[in-house]
């Protein structure tokens, strides 16, 4: 009986901390996912601007005409 309640005791001290363990690496994965999240929208920012100009540098080229 005494065996059975150490290994328990042992297995749940065990399920503790990897349970720690799983909710640290969450939190720095959540942290990861925002600052990525983050960065994305400032590239998709970028690239609208960038094909927002190009864009306008297209449409003051002059039409070439077909000889």
Not at 5 to 33: P, T
Not at 44 to 55: P, V
Request: proline share 1%; hydrophobic share 40%; net charge negative.
């Amino acid at each position: 009986m005494e065996s059975e309640i150490s290994q328990l005791e042992a297995r749940a001290a065990l399920l503790l901390s990897d349970y720690r363990q799983l909710r640290s690496e969450h939190s720095s994965l959540r942290a990861r996912v925002d600052a990525l999240e983050t960065e994305n929208s400032v590239l998709r920012d970028k690239l609208s601007q960038a094909i927002s100009r190009l864009e306008a540098l297209l449409a003051r080229l002059p039409e070439q005409e077909d000889a």
